[in-house]
């Protein structure tokens, strides 16, 4: 498994912007598609975006795709998500994890390693 620690969360006023980031450790990083998650209080976790093993294949949740872009940067073993024009229910802590397939990259039962979570607040 692949040991994952997200920063970059942090409170920021709605339209505005945010870049998280997930370092990797180990070698097989670029082995692993990799997804961001969100979960508020009270709520399952829910899926916002997904990036392939080489990058070249992206997925996103409706309510986040035109502002949000998730990329990775294998040789610094590196997830990135960038958030842009922020809305207070984007209010959650935001978790990165791995995967084996794309396919069901939007399952959270797919990912089999996951960070400790970073926290992101938007306020109105």
């Known amino acids: ?3 994952l620690v997200e920063s970059g969360g942090g409170l920021v006023q709605a339209g505005g912007s945010l870049r998280l980031s997930c370092a990797a450790s180990g070698r097989t990083f670029r082995s692993y598609v990799m997804g961001w998650f969100r979960q508020t209080p009270g709520k399952e976790r829910e899926f916002v975006a997904a990036v392939s093993w080489r990058g070249s294949r992206t997925a996103y949740a409706d309510s986040v795709k035109g502002r949000f872009a998730i990329s990775r940067d294998n040789a610094k073993n590196t997830l990135y998500l960038q958030m ?4 207070p229910e ?3 802590v935001y978790y990165c994890a791995a995967a084996i397939s794309f396919d069901q990259s939007t399952d959270p039962r797919s990912y089999n390693s996951w960070g400790q979570g970073t ?5 109105s």
């Open 119 to 123: 926290l992101v607040t938007v306020s």
């Open 84 to 87: 842009n024009s922020l809305k």
């Open 1 to 3: 498994q692949v040991q």
């Open 90 to 92: 984007d209010t959650a």
